[in-house]
Every structure is written in structure tokens, then in C-alpha cells.
């Protein structure tokens, strides 16, 4: 199986735009998709395939990707989008998911 | 309303056995692959297992394979997680998950609430 590496903590200003990032050999393969996890609560998807939202997601939230490497961005950070965001893709094999560790996001 | 709904959870002795439910409302269940993705506590996601909708394919993460078994009925809607030989590391909430997919890109769409797995003596 391959994994997914993710910073452990970013922190952006409210108002300002912030960019998580998603490392893995598999991503050269197969998009990678998005989930926001707030305390005590399950994951959301907020991004998936190519730069896709979900119904409900607020359109300052994109993703992209180039080589190895997926990213969410926030554009406009809310108080609201304080949360922990984990990326997953597909294995090299394809046939298993790997998550990345997460990255905890603070809105200062 | 789609909704998922896990049950089964609670407090086992390493060594011991429980089986997870997951309930399927508000989407025609038979036509999705299901998953189950567990989370320790205070760490991140692990995928655990992934079932296809007539049951074809069925994948373990290595972590816990040969002791979990993954299953479903489609006719009562409804995901299984046979979990034998339990072990303190396995201690974790365990959601159920759809997969979706469409037009070249798949994600984990719908979520439950989860159930959590205790494994201490």
C-alpha cells in the first residue's frame, strides 16, 4: 500500500486564503477527495475528483492537483472552517484507500 | 433523507468478538459499494474494509485482514462488520461509508454518525 502525507497543522487568518497539502505516490494515479471532520462529529466530503464540491460545500472550497501532490484550498478562511481535513485516494493497487494523517486547521 | 446509521458498538476483551451494523435509508442500498473506515481515538482516519454492491469484491486493509470479515444484505438494506480476535488497538469509532462515483472521480459521500469499540480487559 502507498500513503498520503499530510502537514499536521496550519494555521490562516480569517478572511485569508490557506492551502492544505496531500503528498503521495498514488495521486500521480488517481485523484485524491477531501474530508473536513469537526470535533465530535463524522467527516464531510468537500472535495472530489479533478476540483468537484459536494452540494452544500461553499465554493471557497477548491481542490487541485499536480504530480504527487493534491491540495485544498480555502479561499476567504471562516471561523467556521476550523476543523481537521484528511485526503484520500486509492492505493498503487488501486483496490485499497489510504487517508492521509490529517491537518488540523486553525481560523486565527 | 440519505442516511447511515451504525450500531453494535461497545466494550469487548482483546481476543473477544462483536459485529457492527450499519443501516441504510433514503438511497437504493444494492446499487453502492460500502465501506467501513475506523478512527482511533484522538488520531486520524484508517480505511478497514470495502464491499461492492452484489458483494463481488471484497477488500481488507492489512491491519485486519483474517480477522475482520465484511458483509451485506441487500434485501434489509444493511452493512456488516464481523471483527474477531480483537485486539486494544482496534479500539476506535467505526463509520460506515458510501462510495460514489461518477464521471471519472470517486469519494466517500455519506457518512455515519459512527459506533464506537472499546477493547480492554
Known amino acids: 500500500s502507498s500513503e498520503l502525507t499530510q502537514d499536521p497543522a496550519v494555521s490562516v487568518a480569517l478572511g485569508q486564503t490557506v492551502r492544505i497539502t496531500c503528498q503521495g505516490d498514488s495521486l500521480r494515479s488517481y485523484y485524491a477527495s477531501w474530508y473536513q471532520q469537526k470535533p465530535g462529529q463524522a467527516p464531510v466530503l468537500v472535495i472530489y475528483?479533478?476540483?468537484n464540491r459536494p452540494s452544500g460545500i461553499p465554493d471557497r472550497f477548491s481542490g487541485s492537483s499536480s504530480g504527487n501532490t493534491a491540495s485544498l484550498t480555502i479561499t476567504g478562511a471562516q471561523a467556521e472552517d476550523e476543523a481537521d481535513y484528511y485526503c484520500n485516494s486509492r492505493d498503487s493497487s488501486g483496490n485499497l484507500w489510504v487517508f492521509g494523517g490529517g491537518t488540523k486547521l486553525t481560523v486565527l | 433523507e440519505v442516511q447511515l446509521v451504525e450500531s453494535g458498538g461497545g466494550l469487548v476483551k482483546p481476543g473477544g468478538s462483536l459485529r457492527l451494523s450499519c443501516a441504510a435509508s433514503g438511497f437504493t442500498f444494492s446499487s453502492y459499494s460500502m465501506n467501513w473506515v475506523r478512527q482511533a481515538p484522538g488520531k486520524g482516519l484508517e480505511w478497514v474494509s470495502s464491499i461492492s454492491s452484489s458483494s463481488s469484491y471484497i477488500y481488507y486493509a492489512d491491519s485486519v485482514k483474517g480477522r475482520f470479515t465484511i458483509s451485506r444484505d441487500n434485501a434489509k438494506n444493511s452493512l456488516y462488520l464481523q471483527m474477531n480476535s480483537l485486539r486494544a488497538e482496534d479500539t476506535a469509532v467505526y463509520y460506515c461509508?458510501?462510495?460514489?462515483?461518477?464521471?471519472?472521480?470517486?469519494?466517500?459521500?455519506?457518512w455515519g454518525q459512527g459506533t464506537m469499540v472499546t477493547v480492554s480487559s
Open positions: 461509508a458510501r462510495w460514489w462515483y461518477q464521471q471519472g472521480a470517486d469519494a466517500f459521500d455519506i
Open positions: 475528483g479533478k476540483n
